[in-house]
């Protein structure tokens, strides 16, 4: 074990994790000053508890805080969560559970009158299509030449002719369903 590991475990009084000492055995190699720095600010970080008016109505203070204080505050509870949760403040502990699961960023509530929002919004789409499709019909002209009924007998003696689906088809033996007639009408108008 390295010098500064042995620093950090005397001041924590608890072992490194594997994480922990191999992070340490790799940046000691690349920097051999960088590491005793690092491990002092983990171990001064994770052993001082939050200070009470930093986390007190932070239900309330969260929306409004600037994003660089919502990190720095997450940053140091995370901290503070990787030592023992035993040592943990009441405040620091329900603090830490609000912000990782309370009614806030994507999980906050719709605000009052969303659900009429999006119904009205939705009946005026409907109302559109229905208008588009009221003036398409409209313009358009009549059913075409192959929706009248004798057209239609028509495919049904083509198709026999041609010998098509001759197991279930129109052309099997003792065939009784309409095949291509789905029109009711006699003729086109």
Same mark, same amino acid.
């Given at each position: 074990m390295s010098s500064a590991m042995l620093r950090c475990t005397a001041n924590t009084s608890r072992p490194l994790s594997l994480i922990s000492r191999s992070t340490l055995r790799s940046s000691s190699r690349a920097t051999p $000053? *960088? @590491?005793?720095a690092t491990v002092r600010q983990q171990c001064a970080a994770s052993s001082h508890a939050i200070s009470n008016p930093t986390? $007190?109505?932070?239900?309330k203070r969260w929306e409004s805080m600037p994003p660089q204080e919502? *990190?720095? #505050?997450?940053? $140091? #509870?995370?901290?503070r969560m990787k030592s023992n949760w035993n040592e943990l403040t009441l405040q620091e502990r329900k603090a830490a559970?609000?912000?990782?699961?309370g009614p806030?960023? @994507?999980r906050a509530m719709p605000p009052p009158g969303e659900g009429w929002k999006v119904f009205w919004y939705t009946m005026a789409g409907l109302g559109v299509s229905f208008a588009f499709f009221v003036a398409i019909k409209a313009v358009a002209g009549g059913d075409p030449p192959t929706m009248t009924k004798e057209w239609q007998e028509a495919t049904n003696e083509y198709l026999k002719g041609q010998n098509t689906e001759p197991i279930t088809g129109v052309s099997s033996e003792g065939y009784k369903g309409p095949g291509m007639v789905q029109s009711k009408s006699g003729k086109k108008d």
């Amino acid at each position: 074990m390295s010098s500064a590991m042995l620093r950090c475990t005397a001041n924590t009084s608890r072992p490194l994790s594997l994480i922990s000492r191999s992070t340490l055995r790799s940046s000691s190699r690349a920097t051999p $000053a *960088a @590491p005793c720095a690092t491990v002092r600010q983990q171990c001064a970080a994770s052993s001082h508890a939050i200070s009470n008016p930093t986390l $007190a109505n932070i239900e309330k203070r969260w929306e409004s805080m600037p994003p660089q204080e919502q *990190a720095n #505050l997450w940053m $140091a #509870l995370r901290d503070r969560m990787k030592s023992n949760w035993n040592e943990l403040t009441l405040q620091e502990r329900k603090a830490a559970y609000w912000i990782a699961f309370g009614p806030h960023g @994507p999980r906050a509530m719709p605000p009052p009158g969303e659900g009429w929002k999006v119904f009205w919004y939705t009946m005026a789409g409907l109302g559109v299509s229905f208008a588009f499709f009221v003036a398409i019909k409209a313009v358009a002209g009549g059913d075409p030449p192959t929706m009248t009924k004798e057209w239609q007998e028509a495919t049904n003696e083509y198709l026999k002719g041609q010998n098509t689906e001759p197991i279930t088809g129109v052309s099997s033996e003792g065939y009784k369903g309409p095949g291509m007639v789905q029109s009711k009408s006699g003729k086109k108008d």
